[in-house]
């Protein structure tokens, strides 16, 4: 599976994004899909998951603003995300595993980062 991020940018305090993560490969419809974040000097953190059906899971810092959802048919996972803050900004990565914990950084493919910048 090969997976290509796209969407980022710069952005002012209260404004909106939307990241899109494109996958090949006939198995990406059943695998999850995840977005991680990583800020300069920090860890690479869990923001949120789709699994193959559907389900979605969000770290408690954007829970209520940031929504994840996915197109099986166009191979694509999409992340809006609203209300941001500064403390938004980091190099998102999306990546996609066919199995393992969802909300840890283990998964077995990944994109290239988008950068968001997010003003204050």
């Known amino acids: 599976v090969q997976l290509q991020a796209s969407g980022g940018g710069l952005v002012q305090t209260g404004g909106s994004l939307s990241l899109s993560c494109a996958g090949s490969?006939?198995?990406?419809?059943?695998?999850?899909v995840g977005w991680f974040r990583q800020a300069p000097g920090k860890a690479r953190d869990f923001v949120a998951a789709i699994s193959w059906n559907g389900r979605t899971v969000y770290a408690d810092s954007v829970k209520g603003r940031f929504t994840m959802t996915r197109d099986n048919a166009k191979r694509t996972a999409s992340l809006q995300m609203n209300d941001l803050k500064p403390e938004d900004s980091a190099t998102y990565y999306c990546a996609a595993q066919s199995t393992g914990q969802i909300t840890t950084p283990n998964y077995g493919y990944w994109g290239q980062g988008t950068l968001v910048t997010v003003s204050s």
């Open positions: 490969g006939h198995s990406f419809r059943s695998y999850t």
